[in-house]
C-alpha cells in the first residue's frame, strides 16, 4: 500500500464518480481504477459500491476512510514539519479569524509579524466559529482567533483579552455630546446599521435588545463590517461593534452604553496535539505579547 492508494481513494469518495476523480488527480479512469482493487485487494475488503449511479463507501470503506483521512493529515503534518525552516527565513502560516477581528486586530497584528519574519507567507481565512472549528479539526489551517466559546474538544483555548461592545457613531453624530453616555431607550430611538444574523455580534446585539425588551429601530443592514463602517462615518446611522474598531478608524466614536453589553472572551484556537511550526509558536507569542500592552 501506499500513499497515493489513500488518495486515490479520498478522491473517489469526494466525487462520487470515477471519471471526475480521475480528471481532478490527472490520472487515466483505467488506472485510478486498478490502483483502488489493488488496494482493495491489499487490505482484503470491498471499500467502494460501484453498483449504482454514483459510488459510494461501504461498510468496510466508510470505516477505513475515517482512519485514511487522519492519517493523510498527519502525513502532511508531517511534510510541513521537514519543511519547517527554524530560524523563521522562509515557512508559511495558515490562520483563520471571525469577521470582527480582520476589522481591528489582524492589520497591526500582521503587520508587526511580517516585520520581523518576511520570509512567511500568511494565509488568511475570515469565518464563522462553526467553519473555524471544522478547519482546525481537519487541519486546513494551524490557528485561529475566534471567541472563547468553543464547543469541540479538540481544540486548544489560550485567552487573549476581552472585548466590549459599544455604541460606534460618526464624528457628527448627536450622541458624540452625551458626555454621559447613552442608555437603551436612547439607542432604540435612533436609526441603526447592523450586521446581518449570521455575524455572533448581531446575535449578541439581539441578545441585550430583547433583554431589555425593547426593538431596536434597523435603518440598514450589511453583511460587511466596513460596508458599515463607512455608512456610519459618513452619516447619522449609529451601530454597535467593538469599541477597538472605533480606536482603529479615524472619524469613528465610540459612546458609553448604560446597562453595557456583555463582554466577549477573545482567544487563540489550536488543535490538540496538532504539530506547531516555528512560524505558528512565533505568531502566538507576537500575538499574546501585543495584546498585553
Avoid: W
Avoid at 97 to 126: C, D, H, K
Avoid at 198 to 208: L, P
Avoid at 224 to 246: F, N, Q
Avoid at 272 to 289: D, M, N, R, T, V
Amino acid at each position: 500500500m501506499q500513499l497515493r492508494h489513500i488518495r486515490y481513494l479520498l478522491a473517489v469518495v469526494e466525487h462520487q464518480n470515477f471519471t471526475r476523480a480521475a480528471e481532478v488527480l490527472h490520472v487515466s479512469q483505467p488506472t485510478l481504477s486498478q490502483q483502488i482493487r489493488q488496494l482493495e485487494d491489499t487490505l482484503g475488503a470491498q471499500l467502494l459500491d460501484r453498483s449504482g449511479r454514483t459510488v459510494r463507501p461501504t461498510d468496510a470503506g466508510t470505516a477505513y476512510i475515517e482512519y485514511a483521512r487522519r492519517a493523510l493529515r498527519e502525513l502532511q503534518a508531517g511534510q510541513r514539519a521537514i519543511h519547517d525552516v527554524r530560524d523563521l527565513s522562509r515557512g508559511a502560516l495558515r490562520l483563520a479569524m471571525t469577521p470582527t477581528f480582520t476589522a481591528y486586530l489582524v492589520g497591526p497584528a500582521i503587520e508587526r509579524f511580517n516585520a520581523r519574519y518576511p520570509g512567511i507567507a500568511i494565509n488568511i481565512r475570515e469565518m464563522a466559529l462553526d467553519a473555524i472549528e471544522s478547519a482546525l479539526a481537519e487541519d486546513e489551517v494551524d490557528l485561529a482567533i475566534a471567541f472563547s466559546a468553543v464547543r469541540s474538544a479538540e481544540l486548544d483555548c489560550r485567552a487573549l483579552f476581552v472585548e466590549q461592545l459599544s455604541v460606534v457613531v460618526g464624528a457628527g453624530h448627536p450622541f458624540t455630546a452625551r458626555e454621559d453616555g447613552i442608555a437603551p431607550a436612547d439607542l432604540a430611538a435612533m436609526p441603526l446599521a447592523l450586521l446581518t444574523a449570521d455575524f455572533a455580534t448581531r446575535v449578541h446585539v439581539d441578545a441585550y435588545f430583547q433583554a431589555q425588551g425593547m426593538r431596536p429601530r434597523i435603518a440598514v443592514e450589511a453583511n460587511t463590517i466596513s460596508g458599515i463602517v463607512e455608512i456610519v462615518r459618513r452619516g447619522s446611522i449609529a451601530t454597535i461593534l467593538p469599541d477597538a474598531i472605533a480606536r482603529e478608524h479615524e472619524g469613528l466614536r465610540a459612546i458609553a452604553l448604560t446597562p453595557a453589553f456583555a463582554h466577549r472572551g477573545v482567544a487563540l484556537l489550536s488543535r490538540k496535539g496538532a504539530y506547531q511550526s516555528a512560524a505558528a509558536i512565533a505568531f502566538a507569542e507576537l500575538l499574546a505579547a501585543m495584546v498585553a500592552l
